[in-house]
């Protein structure tokens, strides 16, 4: 926020503290207030208002107030054609302007207007939670969302980040948001998140927004090792000797933890794994190879589906590989594969009994799948995933292939 904002949310501070809960007009009254507000100190008391309002909402009185943003806040589909017509007969400058501001809805600029208030981006990214939630039931709140989808794109932009490293002497609120984002492999209080923390072998990443410098938005956790890893106890495993960090040849990305659901659909994925490989690449030039040890989360389904048994390694690692290359529309069917390769890595390796967790056993059947990021050939292999190919190495492949052949029989 600017030093003037700052000024100026401390004057409401000192003003209306408690003054927010005590406005009886309905809060579609104040949203039209803020849209027609045309001073900045009226427009952030509105602003706060609104916001304090609906953080007191329950779930109906929230999804009347998405109703009414979403249609009364719309675009005049009228004006947007006269615009457009003009624009089309002259292409000027005053004629560009004019559509420009025709084609965007009112919504957009609601929504910049709370964003004013200190403190209001996070509760505009919580507010953004809410409606998805609401939305799966209600698909018409789905135009609203595809605005606020287009501002946090903008406001959350890599430009913006900050990645910051996460060790043992990070702040304890920070850590602990650590332990409640992880959403790959449970994190089992402070003595499950040292392990994975202070050894000189271990690493952790994290993007930041400047405007929420305490809640991370996306993480990284990075073991440092000697070969390709093939199984997730040996890197959580209690007791282990540290490899000292110069000894290593491996990067092994282990769990990306995504931490904002209000932010669901704004991609930091692909740049925090850039941005820590040549971190790391310029701080252990010994380091060769960047890989991941990832679940595939929809693998136990999609056997189920089709009647095909899990006792056989052997068997379960050609269908777990025919299964990440297999195609669903223009896509991989499996999630986990869709990140990564639409990142630019590679399926590398596939690994049978490599998660014995209760949750790996009934996702996955316990396979893991290792993805390669070469940087020699990120660009290639993000033209071919473009292109609708699945890149996977030779043996994954040949073992893709002889998985049809079998279900053919």
Request: aromatic share 8%; net charge negative.
């Given at each position: 926020?600017?030093?003037?904002?700052d000024?100026?949310?401390t004057v409401f501070d000192?003003?209306?503290a408690?003054?927010?809960g005590?406005?009886?007009r309905?809060?579609?009254?104040?949203?039209?207030?803020?849209?027609?507000a045309?001073d900045?100190?009226t427009g952030?008391?509105?602003?706060r208002r609104i916001l304090?309002?609906?953080?007191?909402?329950?779930?109906?009185?929230?999804?009347?107030?998405?109703?009414?943003?979403?249609?009364?806040?719309?675009?005049?589909?009228?004006a947007v054609?006269t615009?457009l017509d003009?624009y089309v007969?002259?292409?000027g400058?005053p004629?560009?302007?004019?559509?420009m501001?025709?084609?965007?809805?009112?919504?957009q600029d609601?929504a910049r207007?709370?964003n004013?208030v200190?403190?209001a981006?996070?509760?505009l990214v919580?507010m953004?939670?809410?409606?998805?939630?609401?939305?799966?039931?209600?698909p018409?709140?789905?135009r609203?969302?595809a605005?606020?989808?287009?501002?946090f794109?903008?406001?959350?932009n890599?430009g913006?980040?900050?990645l910051?490293?996460?060790?043992?002497?990070?702040?304890?609120?920070?850590?602990?948001k650590?332990?409640?984002?992880?959403?790959?492999?449970e994190?089992?209080g402070?003595?499950?998140?040292?392990r994975r923390?202070?050894?000189?072998d271990?690493?952790c990443?994290?993007?930041?927004h400047?405007?929420?410098?305490?809640?991370?938005?996306?993480?990284?956790?990075?073991?440092?090792?000697r070969?390709?890893p093939?199984?997730?106890?040996?890197?959580?495993?209690q007791?282990?000797?540290?490899l000292a960090p110069?000894?290593a040849d491996?990067?092994?990305?282990?769990?990306i933890?995504?931490?904002?659901?209000?932010?669901?659909g704004?991609?930091f994925?692909?740049?925090?794994?850039?941005?820590?490989v040549a971190?790391?690449?310029?701080e252990?030039p010994?380091?060769?190879?960047f890989?991941?040890?990832?679940p595939a989360?929809?693998?136990?389904?999609w056997?189920?589906?089709?009647?095909i048994?899990?006792?056989?390694?052997d068997?379960?690692?050609?269908?777990a590989a025919?299964?990440?290359?297999?195609?669903s529309?223009?896509?991989?069917?499996?999630p986990?594969?869709?990140?990564h390769l639409g990142?630019?890595?590679?399926?590398?390796d596939i690994?049978?009994?490599?998660?014995?967790?209760?949750t790996?056993q009934?996702?996955?059947h316990?396979?893991m799948?290792?993805?390669l990021?070469d940087?020699a050939?990120?660009?290639r292999?993000?033209?071919r995933?473009?292109?609708?190919?699945v890149?996977a190495?030779?043996k994954i492949?040949?073992?893709?292939r002889?998985a049809e052949?079998?279900?053919?029989?």
């Amino acid at each position: 926020m600017s030093l003037l904002a700052d000024l100026l949310g401390t004057v409401f501070d000192r003003r209306y503290a408690g003054a927010s809960g005590h406005d009886g007009r309905p809060v579609t009254d104040l949203a039209r207030a803020l849209i027609r507000a045309r001073d900045e100190v009226t427009g952030m008391e509105l602003a706060r208002r609104i916001l304090d309002r609906f953080a007191a909402m329950d779930d109906g009185a929230k999804l009347a107030f998405f109703g009414f943003v979403t249609d009364e806040m719309d675009i005049d589909p009228g004006a947007v054609r006269t615009a457009l017509d003009a624009y089309v007969a002259s292409h000027g400058t005053p004629e560009y302007t004019a559509l420009m501001a025709a084609a965007e809805p009112p919504r957009q600029d609601f929504a910049r207007r709370l964003n004013r208030v200190p403190g209001a981006t996070a509760r505009l990214v919580a507010m953004r939670a809410d409606l998805l939630r609401l939305a799966r039931d209600h698909p018409g709140l789905g135009r609203l969302d595809a605005d606020l989808r287009h501002l946090f794109r903008s406001w959350f932009n890599r430009g913006f980040l900050v990645l910051r490293p996460i060790n043992w002497e990070s702040p304890a609120n920070v850590l602990q948001k650590i332990i409640a984002y992880e959403a790959v492999h449970e994190i089992n209080g402070w003595d499950d998140l040292r392990r994975r923390l202070e050894p000189p072998d271990r690493r952790c990443f994290a993007f930041f927004h400047p405007v929420m410098p305490d809640d991370p938005l996306i993480f990284v956790e990075v073991a440092l090792t000697r070969g390709v890893p093939g199984a997730i106890g040996d890197l959580l495993a209690q007791g282990r000797d540290a490899l000292a960090p110069e000894q290593a040849d491996t990067a092994v990305f282990y769990s990306i933890s995504n931490c904002q659901p209000g932010l669901a659909g704004i991609s930091f994925g692909n740049s925090l794994i850039k941005q820590v490989v040549a971190d790391l690449a310029l701080e252990l030039p010994d380091l060769r190879t960047f890989v991941t040890l990832s679940p595939a989360p929809g693998l136990a389904a999609w056997m189920g589906e089709r009647q095909i048994g899990a006792d056989d390694p052997d068997t379960l690692k050609r269908f777990a590989a025919r299964y990440l290359t297999e195609i669903s529309g223009s896509r991989p069917r499996d999630p986990v594969a869709r990140f990564h390769l639409g990142n630019g890595a590679e399926i590398h390796d596939i690994h049978t009994g490599a998660d014995t967790s209760a949750t790996g056993q009934a996702q996955s059947h316990g396979v893991m799948v290792n993805y390669l990021y070469d940087p020699a050939n990120i660009a290639r292999n993000l033209e071919r995933f473009a292109d609708g190919q699945v890149v996977a190495a030779r043996k994954i492949q040949t073992l893709a292939r002889q998985a049809e052949v079998k279900d053919s029989t």
